[in-house]
């Protein structure tokens, strides 16, 4: 039984690929942005943060649903 | 794992066991109450001082921050969206410096203010531009979508909540495990990252999606 939730927590925790697949595709899309318009870099990078914020939910849901297997089960 | 849960501090006869988050609320708001009685004494037009210049520069960032979101409701909505980001920079930055656990990891104190949110949310969209039209606004483009819509309303509260307390949570369980191996001197620039700089950044992060929905609820 512990096997089984340890590999369920871990199989939770994959949601990070997405996250980090998600920002590293925004971060390099605004790093061109910002170069080829170095004067719009204050709404470029508002905008990133914001995305940053929204692609990296997925990321914590996976850790907090991690967590909840761990704690509860 | 006993890090992760809250402990009750103290119970009172009437309302039951008071958290640790509900505590370090308390001394935030004093200190914050305080601060904010301190640094408002002589002000003035003529000649400000240093302390007045900086909170205007401060003020001013916020008011015009906000502004740039919601646009002219800013003046109505501005005090309360600047007073939860105050509250949740001191929580999420301030407490962990002093050794106090953030508040903000205990989920029923994300939850209260994601509820605050939703309220704040909807109640915009119904002052701007009224009740039938608030109503109205779930069907569309096409009233299929209705279901979606109107599930909207908890969605996104919920996720503001999570983010917030997952992100907090997160850094806090890894600041607790780095300290559990190293001791010594690592852990300074990886609470640097998580306190200050992932506090900061989830305090704005927080306050700009609740503008951002604000203003969708308001169009």
């Known amino acids: 039984m512990e096997t ?22 925004a971060t390099g899309k605004a790093a061109e942005a910002i170069a080829r318009q170095p004067e719009a870099e204050s ?27 761990i704690i509860l089960l | 794992m006993e890090e992760l849960s809250c402990e009750t501090v103290f119970s009172l006869p009437v309302v039951g066991g008071i958290s640790e988050s509900v505590v370090v609320t308390w001394i935030i708001m004093a200190v914050l109450v305080v601060a904010s009685l301190l640094l408002t004494r002589n002000l003035s037009v003529e ?5 007045q210049l900086m909170l205007e ?3 001013g960032w916020a008011q015009d921050f906000f502004e740039g979101i919601i646009g002219k ?95 907090m949570l997160a850094g806090f369980v890894v600041l607790e495990l780095l300290k559990f191996f190293v001791p010594l001197i690592v852990p300074i620039p990886v609470s640097f990252y998580f306190d200050i700089f992932d506090g900061l950044l989830q305090a704005y992060v927080f306050v700009f999606l609740t503008a951002l929905f604000m203003t969708e609820e308001m169009e």
Request: glycine share 10%.
């Open chain 2, 57 to 59: 520069a401060g003020i």
């Open chain 1, 43 to 69: 709404k470029i990078s508002k905008n990133l943060i914001l995305g940053c914020a929204l692609a990296e939910a997925t990321a914590i849901y996976g850790f907090i649903i991690g967590l909840l297997i």
């Open chain 2, 73 to 167: 409701e800013a003046k109505r909505y501005g005090p309360y969206l600047i007073t939860v980001l105050i509250y949740l920079a001191a929580a999420n930055t301030l407490a962990p410096l002093f050794g106090f656990k953030p508040p903000t990891k205990d989920l029923n104190v994300t939850a209260a203010l994601a509820v605050m949110s939703m309220c704040l949310i909807e109640f915009s969209g119904i002052r701007k531009n009224g009740v039938k039209h608030w109503v109205k606004h779930f069907a569309e483009p096409v009233p299929v979508v209705a279901p979606i819509t109107v599930l909207e309303i908890v969605i996104r509260p919920l996720s503001l909540c999570m983010r917030l307390f997952g992100n």
């Open chain 2, 47 to 51: 000649n400000p001082g240093k302390v």
């Open chain 1, 4 to 25: 089984i939730i340890a590999i369920g927590a871990a199989i939770a925790v994959l949601t990070g690929i997405g996250a980090g697949v998600g920002i590293g595709i």
